[in-house]
């Protein structure tokens, strides 16, 4: 590279530079003319004007005091000049500064050699910014985008990216072990796309840390009428030069599911937070209910419009349970099933939510004080609907006991709280009405013996 040469190079142009300056200054400070003057001295018998005495072109230096008077002039030494004095030898002539010859800078070629010179000494040390950390790393990846029927998927846009750990990212402890500490990910984005068959073949061109010897590599596919398996692909300890082979990324063909979220009298309700969950299955190894019924991505929870009107786009065909909230609404079924079918638009029946009230009460203890002197306490209550549902809502109180409970469905018929280690003796009875804070007063908690802990 040209641009840390020629910094050398300018650096080395000012340290030549320095050298003669200080060469130059030293000859120059160490010439007769610059030499330390001698002290001047008077004659006796010169008369003196106004009482002072008067120089003459010709002294007389006075005896030396000093424990150097065997190197002193003597006293009636003459002066050459009326302004130096003879120079004074010194106690032996090792003891003599050696000054370092004077570098010839008027001559060009000479200094061009002498800078060839170093720049030759300065490239045996390559520079820090010439040194590369990284290395090109490629790799082929090739295999099929199916569905879950093992069909191919065509058009289907196939992404990947690596991720390792970098040399300077592992450390080692006491005992000498090599923990990694942090992973660096290469992005590459789209890498192929299925044909007609679903086949797809991708080649990844990469930089990577240098001394790393293998990566792993995340494969995802998207595709307009699928939806993926939440598990990605992942290729583990790919080296520099291989082509796995026989990759295999399922997908699920897919179906759009749409519906409205009214109030009772019919109103579209806007800003609702709608999520749709795919209803478990029955295992076919066993008669129990998987808690996880299939691997598939779920979808994000979507907002109604102001028609109140929502759409999930490409979910997998199967069973869904919707499930809406808000803020002043409270939905006036626990949730929706609806099937959605593959290539087409679903449409779910409309999600009716009743406005919610608010219960305010000052919680005590059995013996009239507050539950707690500090804001903060933890409350659950659990209000039990007109269907005999229970629906649970959690709250603190503040210093003084009082504690506020949102969107409380307003068909609820009774409460019970619950606070650390204590408890309502009895349920109590509510006669709430939508979009109406409901205030209870005081209610007494009792103190509730926990159950001992087995060893």
């Not at 005495?53 to 002294?59: C, G, I, N, V």
């Not at 026989?246 to 579209?268: F, K």
Request: glycine share 8%.
């Amino acid at each position: 590279m040209r641009t840390p040469r020629m910094a050398v190079a300018g650096l080395i142009l000012l340290f030549a530079g320095g050298l003669a300056f200080a060469g130059q200054w030293f000859v120059k400070t160490s010439a007769p003319e610059n030499s330390p003057r001698a002290c001047v001295g008077m004659h006796a018998d010169e008369p003196q004007d106004n009482g002072r005495p008067t120089l003459k072109d010709e002294f007389v230096v006075p005896p030396v005091t000093s424990p150097h008077d065997a190197y002193a002039p003597q006293p009636d030494a003459q002066l050459t000049s009326p302004r130096l004095a003879p120079e004074v030898p010194r106690a032996s002539p090792d003891d003599k500064p050696e000054v370092a010859p004077k570098k010839d800078v008027s001559d060009p070629d000479a200094l061009r050699k002498e800078i060839e010179k170093l720049l030759e000494e300065a490239q045996e040390m390559q520079p820090l910014a010439e040194v590369d950390d990284t290395i090109n790393f490629d790799f082929t990846v090739s295999g099929r985008v199916v569905d879950d029927q093992g069909a191919g998927v065509a058009g289907a846009a196939v992404s990947g990216y690596a991720t390792y750990y970098s040399p300077r990212s592992v450390s080692g402890d006491a005992d000498g072990v090599r923990r990694r500490v942090a992973a660096q990910v290469v992005q590459a984005g789209v890498v192929a796309t299925s044909d007609g068959a679903g086949y797809f073949a991708a080649q990844f061109n990469i930089k990577i840390a240098r001394g790393v010897s293998s990566v792993t590599v995340i494969l995802s596919a998207a595709a307009e009428r699928y939806v993926q398996k939440s598990e990605v692909i992942r290729l583990n300890d790919v080296k520099e030069g291989d082509a796995r082979q026989d990759v295999a990324i399922t997908m699920y063909a897919a179906g759009i599911l749409s519906g409205r979220v009214v109030d009772e009298r019919g109103h579209p309700l806007f800003g609702v937070q709608v999520q749709a969950t795919l209803v478990p299955t029955e295992s076919r190894n066993s008669r129990e209910r998987s808690r996880r019924p299939a691997a598939v991505a779920a979808p994000a929870a979507v907002k109604t419009d102001r028609d109140g009107r929502y759409t999930f786009g490409w979910i997998k065909e199967g069973a869904w349970r919707l499930t809406a909230g808000s803020a002043t609404h409270v939905a006036v079924q626990p949730g929706t099933d609806v099937e959605v079918t593959t290539g087409i638009e679903s449409t779910a029946p409309e999600i009716v939510m009743a406005a919610a009230a608010t219960v305010r009460v000052r919680v005590l203890t059995d013996e009239g004080n507050p539950v707690s002197d500090k804001p903060g306490t933890y409350l659950s209550a659990t209000f039990k609907r007109a269907d005999g549902t229970p629906v649970v809502r959690n709250a603190r109180t503040d210093a003084d006991g009082y504690v506020v409970f949102a969107t409380v469905p307003a068909d609820a018929t009774e409460m019970t709280l619950h606070a650390a280690a204590w408890a309502t003796a009895q349920p109590v009875a509510l006669s709430l009405t939508g979009g109406v804070e409901r205030d209870l007063g005081e209610l007494r908690l009792q103190q509730v013996k926990l159950p001992a802990r087995t060893k």
